[in-house]
């Protein structure tokens, strides 16, 4: 079984930065696509940012240029460097990968428990 962990949610004033991190574990073969949503209250679960496993990243306009996916793949792990962040910007964020077990042949979507970020001064 592939689990998802996530790290580095808090409260930070406007303007300020956070890091998050997700680490992958258990029986995994290779990981395609990792990325991280959001999700706040009343609102639609939303793409932040994706990254594929040779490095091709995706942002949702909202965040362009202020946010930073990146991965490290010998450790099954993606980032999210979050800069100038706004009001608009707390939710809570969920990592997701698609992850191919050692036991199937396939590839699922697996996601984390989230991990919440808060913007206030």
């Known amino acids: 079984q592939v689990q998802l962990v996530e790290s580095g949610g808090g409260l930070v004033q406007p303007g300020g930065s956070l890091r998050l991190s997700c680490a992958a574990s258990?029986?995994?073969?290779?990981?395609?696509?990792m990325g991280w949503y959001r999700q706040a209250p009343g609102k639609e679960r939303e793409l932040v940012a994706a990254?594929?496993?040779?490095?091709?990243?995706n942002y949702a306009d909202s965040v362009k240029g202020r946010f930073t996916i990146s991965r490290d793949n010998p450790k099954n792990t993606v980032y999210l460097q979050m800069n100038s962040l706004k009001p608009e910007d707390p939710a809570v964020y969920y990592c997701n990968a698609e992850v191919r077990a050692r036991t199937t042949p396939v590839y699922v979507q697996v996601w984390g428990q989230g991990t919440p970020v808060t913007v206030s001064s």
């Open positions: 258990g029986s995994i073969f290779s990981i395609n696509a």
């Open positions: 990254i594929t496993s040779g490095g091709r990243r």
